[in-house]
Protein backbone atom coordinates (compact mmCIF):
# COMPACT_ATOMS: atom_id res chain seq x y z
CA UNK A 1 0.00 0.00 0.00
CA UNK A 2 2.41 2.28 1.33
CA UNK A 3 4.81 2.17 -2.61
CA UNK A 4 0.78 2.83 -4.35
CA UNK A 5 0.82 5.84 -2.05
CA UNK A 6 4.88 7.25 -2.63
CA UNK A 7 4.20 6.73 -6.50
CA UNK A 8 1.34 9.01 -6.71
CA UNK A 9 2.91 11.33 -3.76
CA UNK A 10 4.78 14.02 -6.17
CA UNK A 11 3.40 13.45 -9.26
CA UNK A 12 0.52 14.75 -10.82
CA UNK A 13 -2.57 12.51 -11.22
CA UNK A 14 -3.71 9.68 -9.52
CA UNK A 15 -2.96 7.14 -11.79
CA UNK A 16 0.70 6.41 -11.45
CA UNK A 17 0.31 2.80 -10.63
CA UNK A 18 -1.72 0.25 -13.09
CA UNK A 19 -3.10 -2.79 -12.15
CA UNK A 20 -3.67 -4.09 -15.88
CA UNK A 21 -5.58 -7.16 -16.63
CA UNK A 22 -3.16 -9.56 -17.95
CA UNK A 23 -1.47 -13.02 -18.07
CA UNK A 24 1.00 -13.51 -15.28
CA UNK A 25 4.30 -13.41 -17.14
CA UNK A 26 2.87 -10.20 -19.23
CA UNK A 27 2.13 -8.28 -16.22
CA UNK A 28 5.60 -8.63 -14.27
CA UNK A 29 7.46 -7.88 -17.70
CA UNK A 30 5.72 -6.70 -20.58
CA UNK A 31 4.11 -3.88 -19.19
CA UNK A 32 6.89 -2.77 -16.54
CA UNK A 33 9.02 -2.97 -20.34
CA UNK A 34 6.48 -0.94 -22.28
CA UNK A 35 6.39 1.68 -19.00
CA UNK A 36 9.73 2.30 -18.84
CA UNK A 37 9.91 3.39 -22.25
CA UNK A 38 6.92 6.10 -21.57
CA UNK A 39 7.75 9.95 -20.47
CA UNK A 40 5.81 9.46 -16.70
CA UNK A 41 6.45 6.05 -16.52
CA UNK A 42 3.65 4.36 -13.87
CA UNK A 43 4.34 1.08 -11.40
CA UNK A 44 2.69 -2.31 -12.16
CA UNK A 45 1.12 -4.32 -10.18
CA UNK A 46 1.55 -7.67 -11.28
CA UNK A 47 0.37 -11.64 -10.86
CA UNK A 48 -3.80 -10.88 -10.48
CA UNK A 49 -4.05 -13.68 -13.12
CA UNK A 50 -5.74 -16.41 -11.25
CA UNK A 51 -3.84 -19.38 -12.70
CA UNK A 52 -0.38 -17.83 -12.53
CA UNK A 53 -1.19 -16.97 -8.77
CA UNK A 54 -1.94 -20.59 -8.57
CA UNK A 55 1.22 -21.90 -10.19
CA UNK A 56 3.29 -19.06 -7.61
CA UNK A 57 1.49 -19.90 -4.40
CA UNK A 58 3.79 -22.18 -2.56
CA UNK A 59 6.28 -19.26 -3.28
CA UNK A 60 4.96 -16.16 -2.27
CA UNK A 61 2.35 -16.74 -0.89
CA UNK A 62 -1.16 -15.91 -1.21
CA UNK A 63 -0.99 -12.40 0.30
CA UNK A 64 1.81 -11.45 -2.24
CA UNK A 65 1.70 -8.85 -5.27
CA UNK A 66 4.60 -8.24 -6.98
CA UNK A 67 5.08 -4.07 -7.51
CA UNK A 68 7.38 -3.57 -10.39
CA UNK A 69 8.36 0.02 -11.49
CA UNK A 70 11.22 1.35 -13.68
CA UNK A 71 14.71 2.68 -12.54
CA UNK A 72 14.26 6.46 -13.26
CA UNK A 73 10.21 6.37 -11.16
CA UNK A 74 12.23 4.19 -8.30
CA UNK A 75 14.91 7.13 -8.29
CA UNK A 76 11.82 9.49 -8.19
CA UNK A 77 10.20 7.81 -5.18
CA UNK A 78 13.48 7.44 -3.39
CA UNK A 79 14.32 11.18 -3.84
CA UNK A 80 10.71 12.08 -2.17
CA UNK A 81 10.99 9.70 0.94
CA UNK A 82 12.84 12.37 2.71
CA UNK A 83 10.18 14.81 2.73
CA UNK A 84 7.02 12.26 2.37
CA UNK A 85 4.38 10.55 4.80
CA UNK A 86 7.41 8.12 5.83
CA UNK A 87 8.57 10.74 7.76
CA UNK A 88 5.23 11.81 9.76
CA UNK A 89 4.23 10.66 12.66
CA UNK A 90 1.06 8.84 11.72
CA UNK A 91 3.43 6.74 9.54
CA UNK A 92 5.61 6.22 12.00
CA UNK A 93 2.87 5.47 14.85
CA UNK A 94 1.27 2.74 12.43
CA UNK A 95 4.91 1.36 12.46
CA UNK A 96 5.22 0.92 16.15
CA UNK A 97 8.23 3.65 16.30
Known amino acids: ?8 YARPGIDNVRIP ?3 GCASLALYPFYEAEQA ?15 YVR ?6 ILPFTLPW ?3 EEME ?8 TR ?3 KSMMGK
Open 21 to 23: FAA
Open 79 to 86: GDVSESFL
Open 40 to 54: NPRAVIGLTDISARF
Open 58 to 63: KTLGKD
Open 89 to 91: FAW
Open 72 to 74: SLF
Open 1 to 8: MFLVVLAN
